[in-house]
């Protein structure tokens, strides 16, 4: 059972930055890749970024390439989303996922692939 805590959510700008943090209790965190997704209000939920256990790989979604940078501490069991340049359009819940894997280098960025999800930290855009 991996436990998973998100924190650094808030209210921001348009134009401005928010990172957001994932802290992971229980399984060797370090054998799980992690995801942040997100929804929004009357939207389904959407992948944003991923990365593999040994930090290694990271994908992103098309809206957040460029602007956001997962990353990861194994040794505080913690990963991060970096928000940049945040848009109006980036308002929504965010979500944490843990998905075990057997590689160093795997990456998902389906939501089945996960086994374990955070409750979410809401992220507020205002224009």
């Known amino acids: 059972q991996v436990q998973l805590v998100e924190s650094g959510g808030g209210l921001v700008q348009a134009g401005g930055s928010l990172r957001l943090s994932c802290a992971a209790s229980?399984?060797?965190?370090?054998?799980?890749?992690m995801g942040w997704f997100r929804q929004a209000p009357g939207k389904e939920r959407e992948f944003v970024a991923t990365?593999?256990?040994?930090?290694?790989?990271?994908r992103y979604a098309d809206s957040a390439e460029g602007r956001f940078t997962i990353s990861r501490d194994n040794a505080k069991n913690t990963v991060y989303l970096q928000m940049h340049s945040l848009k109006t359009e980036d308002t929504a819940v965010y979500y944490c996922?843990?998905?075990?894997?057997?590689?160093?280098?795997?990456?998902?960025?389906?939501?089945?692939?996960?086994?374990?999800w955070g409750q979410g930290t809401q992220v507020t855009v205002s224009s």
């Open positions: 996922a843990a998905g075990l894997t057997y590689s160093h280098e795997t990456t998902m960025t389906s939501e089945p692939a996960y086994d374990y």
């Open positions: 990365i593999s256990w040994s930090g290694g790989i990271t």
């Open positions: 229980g399984r060797t965190f370090s054998r799980y890749a």
